[in-house]
Nanobody
């Protein structure tokens, strides 16, 4: 129904910034609540941020609150994650995901996933 492709990852210094993008195709993008998740080496995948279908509300993990901003452009079928003041602990593969549920940060509720983009923050 929807296909997701992440881009924008890379290598940055501590304190630097990156903007990730998630391009969607297929079913109408605005039908989905979207989320960002990340997975560090040897760690479980964890929630980062989510945004409502019409951009009316956002929610962030405590670890990124105040540093990351999630946004979406439904006309462009694209979601973004602006990451500022990056820390080494932010190093992970970042995944975008889509769900048709009303509100969730549960990984199992997200039915559609991208392949991930690597973010590496040097010490």
């Amino acid at each position: 129904q929807v296909q997701l492709v992440e881009s924008g990852g890379g290598l940055v210094q501590t304190g630097g910034s990156l903007r990730l993008s998630c391009a969607a195709s297929g079913r109408t993008f605005s039908d989905y609540r979207m989320g960002w998740f990340r997975q560090a080496p040897g760690q479980e995948r964890e929630f980062v941020a989510t945004i409502s279908r019409s951009s009316g509300s956002t929610y962030y993990a405590d670890s990124v609150k105040g540093r990351f901003t999630i946004s979406r452009d439904n006309a462009k079928k694209t979601m973004y994650l602006q990451m500022n003041r990056l820390k080494p602990e932010d190093t992970a593969v970042y995944y975008c995901a889509a769900t048709t549920t009303g509100w969730t940060i549960q990984i199992t509720d997200y039915a559609y996933w991208g392949q991930g983009t690597q973010v590496t923050v040097s010490s």
